[in-house]
């Protein structure tokens, strides 16, 4: 059959391509457990046990370590789809060349989102074997805890290369950082939601990594509850809209 | 459609905002030729050749590629096309043979099918020892013999390449002529834009002079020749920085004459008697030249200006 998932070949360029920069590879995971052991550890021993919203009472390092989980599988995600992603699409003209062969423009955006994911998987693996080392992880549950790093990744990917599709040069990326910085900082990472006033606990949790950060946090204390759903489901509608979205730009970028 | 038509256009025009790049071209290449499109900078070349790859969508007009229509059939038309385009865009994060490798996959060819067809392509392109280096590394005729051999993965039946040797040494421009001679006499239909007439000349059987996004005549090169222009042309040089006043002393010689910046051109079917008749009116030239009239001479006498400025 004509064109049967290109995608496959856009991920096996990626690998082509990684095999002679898989140094690259170290720079995503060590920041996650860095604020582990500053934040986590190093803070967390000043302060008192953290109850969290769901009313769990609990070491502080322990409340941190989920959320770096989900951190992680954001960052290996951004990194990929905004900057690797944009010298790609406006530089090298990857893209260009593939477009005309029969991979069309969703063939791009599957396999690049696929190819971060392993990347961001390998980083939350590496992350959580640290987690489990030094007995943050509590619950059975856990094991699902790299499949749903994966969707965290997923749906920051596909949000990620809709979002770079629109950067103009490299300058624009100041944008990712400014709504990332803050994000990584304010989604009931470092401390509970309930420490907002209630008129800004609203504007957490329309953060996708709020419920990333809450599904890690639930898997790893064993503490699931039915707002879980909702966070799955809203990173799975994140993820298929920066696919749709990032498909239809691409299009409209090379195909003009 | 005719079954030995690869390409129709009709009325076919590319439109960017409000600028026209395409602007109502009628077009046919047959199976088997080698077609170009001939003209300078900016006449609408890439454009054509864009649409035709089915990677542009068409403003208006009808185009038919294998007799599909690329609105609806890209990825079928994409599939038998092989597409040179003008940069060479090759992977420079891959080595010459995984450019190959991995282009080949997209069109559904084995890992087993992809590593046969890449041997024998390096092998055409003169590329075989290169085969595990960086692409970076490449000189600028290697990459874009590279980027032919890439084309040729898929065995396409219409290989489109933009400007295929614009920027390349004399040396490296013959040994690309020579590989696109052998795709012709090998069956492979060529289209080709360029705006070297030379170029024109060597390789196509047919063409169309392209200015302003619209055609402005079309035949074989020898046609278009003898059509527009005359068998010689004697190019007059002058001591002076205007050229225009010796226009004057000149009339009458040859059929026609252009005045350029640098040159008069007369054109004459003999190019010594040309010469004789200045040399009896005692004009004082710094030098006199006799050639054969070439397709930039079409191209002047088409539309006034030179193709490469």
């Given amino acids: 059959m004509l064109g049967y998932a290109l995608w496959r070949f856009v991920l096996l360029r990626d690998v082509l391509a990684f095999k002679r920069m898989w140094w690259l590879f170290l720079s995503g995971f060590v920041e996650p457990v860095f604020y582990l052991f500053s934040i986590g550890i190093g803070l967390g021993a000043l302060v008192n046990d953290v109850t969290t919203d769901q009313g769990m009472v609990i070491s502080y390092a322990a409340f941190v370590a989920p959320a770096m989980l989900a951190a992680s599988a954001m960052n290996g995600s951004i990194a990929d789809t905004t900057y690797n992603f944009f010298a790609k699409l406006k530089f090298s003209k990857t893209y260009d060349t593939m477009l005309a062969t029969p991979a069309r423009p969703w063939d791009v955006a599957i396999g690049e989102i696929l190819w971060s994911l392993i990347r961001g998987g390998v980083y939350s693996a590496i992350f959580f074997v640290v987690a489990l080392a030094m007995g943050f992880v509590r619950s059975w549950w856990a094991v699902l805890a790299i499949p749903a790093a994966l969707l965290i990744g997923a749906a920051f990917a596909g949000v990620g290369m809709w979002a770079t599709t629109y950067m103009r040069s490299w300058k624009d990326f100041e944008f990712v950082t400014l709504v990332i910085q803050p994000m990584f900082l304010f989604s009931a990472t470092f401390f509970p939601l309930a420490v907002y006033p209630e008129s800004l606990q609203w504007l957490v949790k329309v953060m996708p990594l709020y419920h990333g950060v809450e599904l890690q946090r639930g898997l790893l204390l064993g503490d699931m509850h039915g707002g879980l759903v909702v966070s799955v489901l809203y990173l799975v509608v994140l993820c298929a809209l920066g696919l749709w979205g990032a498909s239809r730009r691409i299009s409209r970028l090379l195909l003009t | ?309």
């Fill in chain 2, 1 to 309: 459609m005719a079954p030995d038509l690869l390409l129709t256009a009709r009325n076919l025009t590319k439109k960017f905002g409000d600028f026209t790049a395409v602007d109502g071209i009628d077009v046919e290449v047959r199976k088997g030729e080698a077609f170009g499109f001939l003209g300078p900078n900016g006449a609408g070349k890439s454009s054509t050749m864009r649409m035709v790859g089915a990677v542009s969508p068409v403003t208006s007009g009808e185009l038919r590629i294998f007799g599909l229509d690329p609105e609806t059939h890209a990825q079928q038309i994409k599939a038998r096309l092989g597409n040179c385009p003008q940069k060479d865009l090759l992977d420079e994060e891959l080595s010459v043979e995984e450019n190959l490798w991995v282009y080949g996959r997209f069109f559904g060819l084995s890992k087993a099918e992809v590593r046969e067809r890449a041997t024998e392509l390096l092998e055409f392109a003169q590329l075989t020892e290169r085969r595990a280096d960086k692409v970076e590394h490449l000189s600028g005729g290697m990459k874009r013999r590279l980027v032919i051999a890439r084309s040729l993965i898929n065995n396409p039946e219409l290989l489109l390449l933009d400007e295929p040797t614009t920027g390349l040494d004399p040396q490296a421009r013959h040994i690309l002529w020579d590989r696109l001679f052998r795709l012709k006499r090998q069956g492979v239909t060529l289209i080709i834009t360029t705006h070297y007439m030379d170029e024109a000349e060597q390789l196509c059987d047919r063409l169309v002079v392209m200015d302003k996004g619209a055609i402005a005549a079309e035949g074989s090169p020898k046609d278009l020749i003898a059509r527009y222009s005359t068998r010689e042309v004697v190019e007059v040089r002058f001591d002076a920085d205007d050229h225009g006043a010796f226009a004057d002393s000149l009339s009458g010689i040859g059929e026609r004459m252009e005045v350029l910046p640098d040159r008069i051109l007369l054109y004459a079917d003999d190019g010594d008697a040309a010469t004789a008749a200045i040399a009896d009116r005692g004009i004082d030239t710094l030098s006199t030249l006799v050639r054969r009239s070439t397709l930039e001479d079409v191209f002047l006498h088409l539309t006034g200006r030179t193709l490469i400025d």
